[in-house]
């Protein structure tokens, strides 16, 4: 069965950079672009980017270049991504989900990655 | 981007009755012949759940009381008869044009 599994939560000081994973199981990996949505009280859901792990092909909502940065390791099945400079407003829930095709929504996701960004 | 109007913001029904969700974008997901307008539940603490995907398919394992229609800049999610695990939040989604953008969510309660 398809799974999603993230990396716990993580408590961050401004400024600082952090990396969270997502390691996938029960289907072909490298095959099937890797969404990223955050998730804010208020503020509901954006689409952060994707990545296509066979090829590493990215792709950014514009409003995140510059914060965001996505890699692939097709050895481990694990999606990774890096934020950076990390304000309070980053502080968030982060969501992988797997998208069969790009007609298609997003039909398997992670558990979520609380960041808490705090001085 | 587009946006993607949700109401009501809140609604309560009550069991067996339906419960019906509006969504609205701002320009049409219509792109070649399909909708690309898919639904989300979310319960508290739990990442989001497909509901439907391209307006009004069910996705695998999702009760046939979930469904969904509409077309170009209007589309509805239903619920019918409402049952008490239904109780959640409710997204719409566009995927016509990138970026991809999630409407605000609509609360199901019980009345």
């Known amino acids: 069965q398809v799974q999603l599994q993230q990396s716990g939560a993580e408590l961050m000081k401004p400024g600082a950079s952090v990396k969270i994973s997502c390691k996938a199981t029960g289907y072909t990996f490298s095959s099937y672009w890797i969404e990223w949505v955050k998730q804010r009280p208020g503020h509901g859901l954006e689409w952060i980017g994707e990545i296509l792990p066979g090829s590493g092909s990215t792709n950014y909502n514009e409003k995140f270049k510059g914060k965001a940065t996505f890699t692939a390791d097709t050895s481990s099945n694990t999606a990774y991504m890096q934020l950076s400079s990390l304000t309070s407003e980053d502080s968030a829930v982060y969501y992988c989900?797997?998208?069969?095709?790009?007609?298609?929504?997003?039909?398997?996701w992670g558990q979520g990655t609380t960041l808490t960004v705090s001085s | 981007d587009i946006v993607l109007t949700q109401s009501p913001a809140s609604l309560a029904v009550s069991l067996g009755q339906r419960a019906t969700i509006s969504c609205r974008a701002s320009?049409?997901?219509?792109?070649?012949?399909?909708?690309?307008m898919h639904w989300y539940q979310q319960k508290p603490g739990q990442p989001p759940k497909l509901l439907i995907y391209r307006a009004s398919n069910l996705e695998s394992g999702i009760p046939a009381r979930f469904s969904g229609s509409g077309s170009r800049t209007d589309f509805t999610l239903t619920i019918n008869p409402v049952e008490a695990d239904d109780v959640a939040t409710y997204y719409c989604q566009q995927s016509n044009e990138d970026p991809p953008t999630f409407g605000a969510g609509t609360k199901l309660e019980l009345k």
């Open positions: 320009e049409s997901v219509d792109s070649y012949g399909n909708s690309f």
């Open positions: 989900a797997r998208i069969p095709t790009a007609t298609y929504g997003f039909d398997y």
